[in-house]
């Protein structure tokens, strides 16, 4: 509709003909059909309507983009969880924050940002962790979108909406949209909960880097790192265990600096620098604006795909490269039957039988298909070890020197669980 | 090296701290490169008839944002459009009261908001009525044009660009889709093009200088040492031993074929100890891992070979870049040694600290030894070719020896188009590209007819209003595309080409020659990281076509 050729009027159709203005662009592409659209899908009213009707969730460290890209997309009634306040380090890219918001909370100043900059979108904060939510509150969205900087929140989410899922009920089915980024690369993919490869199902596209042995950093070190995680493992623990180490503290930070330094010097290696030790300390990962934006929009192009229909949504993964050109492989991740959370079966995991169960629990944080920092197990029969509560630790500790052979059967099932996690894991172990 | 220990400690600045996420990836040297770079961006050419503004810009805002963040220097928007209603719905960098301002004055004014270390200007006017002044696009490291734009106004513009040695980016995004193009300088050099570390191990076990096999010749007593120090012999020189000992067996040479190799594998797995608490011994391990990597001879990879044998590094002359009298001595020093200069890294091994220390000593002073000999070749043509311009700084040297197996030219090309006055090649590769199945290239030729209907839309008289949607200028300017595409044989674009086509063309006129800002912001991020290559030159620019599908969300790069 034409903003020029309107006609003086009620306040109510000044602001139809306002709003069809502001949307014009995108509202031309919802009232057409295209080659890709469905057959059923009918242009105009109802995607529209939908549009305006949603309740999204935006979380995690994408949040800014995707705040912006949500209100400018027409959605209104966004909401926004982020527990994290506003660093210094966040400038170079999270757009919606100046130098004066630094240490405040990320959710509320980006949400007050947007709702200001965009007319008629209502944007709700929540400053805390995704895990302070039950399932009552997500159950009021319609899609969830995150950008979440860590892969145990992004579990958590996962596994939520997945026990949410009712067969009978269509409106319990939230779909998914994730991204994340790191240096030039990134990747979106969006999850049915219960019908598509969901992200347990893909854990293992996404390793952890190998820890340093602990033999390396207490005796041997050869590399600067080496020199930092031993002031950070070690040194802090013997020189300073009454003080809570934490990584935004510039002294504490020093501290770790100057004895890895001094420790590299006993040991002529080179190269600590003070943006190594916190690299290192906080397991930094680079992050930059444009990777972001790339990466966002893609995960909210798809929100707006979803939520209108107006072109098919990614089926499921798109992975994207920046370093050498232009680089992005789309594919559909498979969703497995031995999924820890959406499969109906126990994954398989080959095991040494001579590896204690100590030295098992321990592995269990590092392999790519379990990442499970804080595991407590047990078989049908039997406790294997077990965190808490304290009286069952105590008698399940001596489970742990012992050989999994001497605890076991070749090809016996183990259930997993982990404070993390709701979910309970379910391996089952190969002797090699 | 004598590093002193810090008396008092000294932090990074506010500013390493505000950049630091992105430091880690192009260092100092990068961001001073950015600080150092103004960009222009041109982000339309007028409206297109009397009703519909023009482009809306987004895409083209979107990527300054993105370069404006990481602190470039400064930035000028050239846009002669007003601020409408529809533009506040897709520009994030508009607000309430822009309306009927200046979208060049308020979207710069929104910009500088998110980084007050850069300079943003901005002119109310086609950018033609600036090129008329011969000082104005000198001054930027830089060109970004948000398409479509008529002829007139892009040939000239991109033809000076090019004259001048700027980098130009051309973008399109209209609803679902995306292209952009980037159009380098004839010959664009880039030296630290961050490979993948794995990639860039070069040991050179097969051809050891004197104290790395002296280094070698020390393990003669393997069997005499206890299992402590067994265990702990770093890989690369149990490798250099064993390699020794197969020779011997061998007629004096080393395994050559991945039969021989798996061999030596096999008999290198089979010297480690078991009978160690453990079974097994870590180095052994990785030194059997390490041999199909490492027990190759050192060969001259063909892009390397291609740049030595370029005629800028042939011919050097006295306004050569620093580029090509480096690349010129390093030549020069493969012809004389038979390899490149070291790099001068190891990687991580199994290893006491002391042995492992003095191992990387025997690298390091290796690869500083080349840079010596590196240099003085430099210092040597400096001189001989008289030049004008300050010495070439060590430090340059020092980083292209580091990264001489990895350095990259690219050969720019002219901003595509389909016109008859394409180049050849270019109308060829499209033409090939749509035998392909799923090929992204009929989203790039709709651009392109979108380009030719605005071309008309500008340059047609304000008497008759036609939309950018008008049926008949797209049937007329898809036939003239279509024809211009036809093969040197006259063999016409084939039906289901022709039917791709039109899907394409009808996904892009949903949105009238309009932007979706997800899609723009997707492009204004990848367009962004392209800018970012070019100015710090690192990393791997596009050559030079990328097409983005938000429809079915997937990307393709061709060379056009």
């Known amino acids: 509709m034409d903003v020029d050729s309107e006609t003086p009027g009620a306040p109510e159709s000044r602001i139809y003909v306002d709003q069809q203005g502001r949307w014009k662009h995108l509202y031309n592409v919802l009232s057409k059909r295209g080659p890709f659209t469905d057959d059923d899908w009918n242009p105009g009213p109802e995607p529209i309507n939908a549009l305006e009707h949603s309740k999204i969730l935006g979380a995690g460290g994408l949040g800014c983009e995707i705040l912006k890209n949500l209100a400018l997309s027409g959605f209104k009634d966004i909401h926004v969880i982020d527990m994290d306040t506003i660093d210094i380090s966040n400038l170079n890219r999270q757009f919606l924050f100046r130098q004066a918001d630094i240490g405040k909370p990320k959710a509320e100043v980006a949400a007050a940002f947007v709702q200001k900059r965009v007319k008629g979108v209502n944007i709700t904060p929540y400053v805390g962790k995704i895990q302070d939510k039950d399932e009552d509150y997500y159950m009021q969205f319609n899609i969830v979108v995150c950008g979440l900087d860590s892969i145990e929140a992004r579990r958590w989410i996962n596994s939520t909406l997945i026990s949410m899922v009712d067969e009978d009920d269509p409106l319990s089915l939230k779909p998914l949209v994730d991204g994340g980024t790191e240096g030039f690369k990134g990747q979106a993919r969006v999850i049915l909960p219960s019908i598509s490869s969901c992200i347990e199902c893909q854990l293992d596209m996404h390793a952890p880097r190998p820890a340093v042995p602990l033999c390396t950093i207490a005796t041997i070190p050869r590399q600067p790192q080496h020199c930092i995680e031993w002031a950070h493992q070690i040194a802090w623990q013997e020189k300073r265990k009454d003080d809570t180490f934490d990584n935004d503290n510039m002294e504490h930070i020093s501290w770790i600096y100057n004895a890895a330094y001094e420790r590299a010097q006993q040991f002529h290696i080179h190269g600590v620098t003070f943006q190594m030790t916190q690299g290192v300390v906080k397991n930094i990962i680079p992050a930059i604006a444009s990777t972001n934006a790339v990466i966002a929009a893609s995960t909210t192009s798809e929100v707006l795909k979803i939520a209108t229909s107006c072109n098919p949504f990614l089926a499921n993964y798109m992975m994207y490269a920046g370093e050498e050109g232009v680089y992005t492989y789309t594919f559909e991740a498979e969703k497995k039957p031995d999924c820890p959370v959406c499969g109906e079966l126990a994954r398989k995991m080959n095991v040494d039988p001579n590896m204690t169960l100590g030295e098992f629990i321990d592995s269990l944080g590092e392999r790519a298909e379990a990442q499970l920092k804080k595991p407590s197990m047990r078989t049908e029969e039997k406790t294997l070890y077990q965190r808490f509560p304290p009286q069952l630790e105590e008698m399940s500790r001596p489970h742990l020197g012992k050989k999994l052979a001497d605890l076991i059967e070749d090809g016996e099932e183990v259930a997993v669980s982990d404070p993390a996690y709701t979910t309970t894991f379910r391996f089952r172990l190969h002797f090699k | ?560």
């Open chain 2, 1 to 560: 090296m004598t590093d002193a220990f810090p008396a008092a400690l000294t932090g990074p600045t506010s500013k390493e701290r505000k950049y630091d996420r992105q430091l880690r990836l192009w260092a100092a040297t990068g961001q001073q490169a950015l600080e150092d770079s103004h960009v222009l961006l041109v982000n339309s050419d007028g409206p297109l008839g009397q009703y519909n503004t023009g482009v809306t810009g987004v895409a083209g805002v979107e990527t300054l944002k993105n370069l404006v963040l990481p602190g470039i220097g400064g930035f000028t928007i050239v846009d002669p459009a007003i601020v409408t209603e529809s533009d506040l719905g897709v520009n994030f960098f508009l607000e309430g009261e822009s309306l009927g301002k200046s979208r060049a004055e308020e979207t710069c004014r929104l910009l500088k908001e998110l980084n007050p270390d850069v300079e943003g200007y901005y002119y109310v006017k086609r950018v033609e009525e600036l090129l008329t002044d011969p000082d104005f696009l000198p001054q930027h490291k830089l060109v970004i044009i948000s398409g479509p734009m008529r002829r007139s106004t892009l040939v000239p513009l991109t033809q000076e660009a090019k004259q001048l040695g700027i980098p130009v980016l051309y973008l399109h995004s209209v609803g679902f889709f995306s292209t952009f193009s980037v159009q380098l300088p004839a010959e664009f050099p880039i030296v630290e093009t961050h490979p993948d570390p794995e990639s860039t191990q070069d040991l050179r076990l097969l051809n050891p200088w004197p104290e790395l096999v002296a280094a070698a010749a020390g393990l003669n007593n393997l069997d005499t040492l206890d299992d402590h120090q067994h265990g702990h012999v770093p890989y690369l020189l149990l490798l250099l031993h064993f390699l020794e000992q197969w020779k011997h067996s061998h007629e004096g040479n080393a395994p050559s074929n991945y039969k021989e190799k798996t061999e030596f594998r096999e008999f290198v797995r089979s010297q480690a100890r078991t009978s160690n608490p453990e079974g097994g011994e870590e180095n052994f391990d990785e030194a059997a891992a390490a041999v199909l990597k490492t027990i190759t001879p050192f060969s001259l990879r063909s892009s390397i070979r291609e740049i030595f044998e370029m005629d800028q590094c042939r011919q050097l002359s006295a306004s050569s870049q620093d580029f090509w009298v480096i690349a010129s001595a390093i030549k020069t020093f493969h012809a004389s040694h038979g390899v490149l200069p070291l790099p001068g890294s190891l990687p991580d091994m199994k290893a006491q600290s002391a042995d492992y220390v003095s191992l990387q000593n025997i690298y390091k002073t290796k690869a500083r030894q080349d840079v010596e000999e590196v240099t003085a070749t430099v210092r040597h043509l400096e001189s001989q070719l008289q030049r004008q311009t300050p010495a070439i700084p060590d430090r340059d040297i020092e980083v292209f020896c580091k990264n001489a197996a990895h350095i990259k030219v690219v050969l720019g090309r002219d901003i595509p188009q389909i016109s008859i006055d394409s180049d050849a090649s270019t109308l060829k590769t499209i033409r090939n590209e749509l035998g392909v199945p799923d090929s992204l290239i009929p989203i790039f030729i709709a651009m392109q007819i979108l380009d030719s209907v605005v071309d008309e839309i500008q340059s047609s008289s304000r008497e008759e209003e036609r939309s950018v949607d008008d049926d008949a200028l797209w049937n007329s300017h898809t036939e003239r595309i279509l024809a211009l595409l036809t093969g040197a044989d006259g063999s016409a674009v084939c039906q289901e080409a022709r039917a791709q086509i039109a899907r394409a063309s009808k996904e892009l006129r949903r949105a009238e020659g309009g932007e979706l800002h997800n899609i723009s912001s997707l492009t204004g991020g990848l367009v962004a990281q392209e800018a970012l290559k070019v100015l710090t030159r690192q990393y791997g620019p596009l050559d030079n076509t990328c097409v983005f599908d938000g429809a079915r969300s997937k990307s393709e790069m061709y060379r056009l």
